[in-house]
C-alpha cells in the first residue's frame, strides 16, 4: 500500500487534498536560547503549557518545544532539535496531524515544491516584538511590495505567502521577497531546517537570530 495511501486510512481522511504537500514550520525560535520567560512546571506538552500564560516561552506566538507534534505525527517525520521541530520533507507525506495538534498553529501543508516560506507567526506590534526576538516580523511589508508575483500578502497581522502564485510566477524574480526582507531568516527559500543552508554552514549572525 503506497505511503499516501496508508496515512489516508488512518487519519480516515480522503486521499488527494494533500497530496503532494509537506508540513512546514512557521516560526524561528531553532536554536535561539534564553528564551524562558518562567520554569513551568507541570503536564509535559504544548497544549497543556500553553493554557499557562501562553507557554513559558518568551514569543506568546512562538514554539512551545514540548514536542506534542512529534508524538502525533505517526510518521516519526518531526525531530525535536534543541526543543524546536524539524521536519523531513523526504518522510513527511501530509497527512496534517501536526497542523491539527500544534495549540500555536504554527503547522501548515505547502506544496513540495514551494520557492519560499514564512518563519514568522508574531502578531505583535513592531517595539513589542523586537523586545522579544530581534528578528521577528515588524509588517514593515518590503516583500510585499517586492514580490512581482502579488503572491505575498499581510492577512491577519501576518504575512502570507500565496505559494501558487510564486510558482507560476517561477524563479525569474530571483526571490526578490527574500532580498527584500531586512530580517535575515523570516522569509527563506523552502528548506528542511530554518538554518540549513546549501553548503551546510552557518555564520555567526544566523545562529544569534534565533
Known amino acids: ?31 535561539r536560547t534564553g528564551y524562558e520567560k518562567y520554569d513551568y512546571i507541570g503536564y509535559g506538552n504544548c497544549s497543556a503549557a500553553n493554557l499557562a500564560f501562553a507557554g513559558p516561552t518568551d514569543c506568546q506566538y512562538g514554539c512551545v518545544g514540548f514536542g506534542e507534534c512529534e508524538s502525533a505525527c505517526p510518521f516519526n517525520a518531526i525531530t525535536m532539535v534543541h526543543h524546536f521541530p524539524v521536519v523531513d520533507p523526504d518522510i513527511c507525506v501530509g497527512c496534517g496531524m501536526c497542523v491539527n495538534t500544534c495549540p500555536k498553529g504554527l503547522f ?27 528578528f521577528g516580523c ?58 540549513l543552508k546549501d553548503q551546510n554552514e552557518i555564520t555567526e549572525r544566523e545562529a544569534l537570530a534565533l
Do not use: W
Request: hydrophobic residues 40%.
Open 108 to 134: 501548515s501543508l505547502v506544496p513540495r515544491s514551494a520557492r519560499i516560506i514564512v518563519r514568522c507567526s508574531s502578531r505583535a506590534v513592531i517595539n513589542k516584538n523586537h523586545k522579544i526576538c530581534s
Open 1 to 31: 500500500m503506497p505511503v499516501a495511501e496508508a496515512v489516508a486510512k488512518i487519519t480516515g481522511k480522503e486521499l488527494g487534498s494533500a497530496e503532494g504537500a509537506v508540513a512546514a514550520v512557521h516560526c524561528s525560535r531553532g536554536i
Open 138 to 195: 515588524f509588517h514593515c511589508m518590503s516583500c510585499v511590495r517586492a514580490c512581482p508575483a502579488n503572491a505575498i500578502s499581510l492577512e491577519d497581522d501576518l504575512i502570507r505567502a500565496d505559494h501558487k502564485r510564486c510558482m507560476e510566477y517561477g524563479p525569474s524574480c530571483h526571490e526578490a521577497c527574500v532580498k527584500a526582507c531586512f530580517m535575515l531568516h523570516l522569509i527563506q527559500p523552502f528548506r528542511k531546517h530554518p538554518l
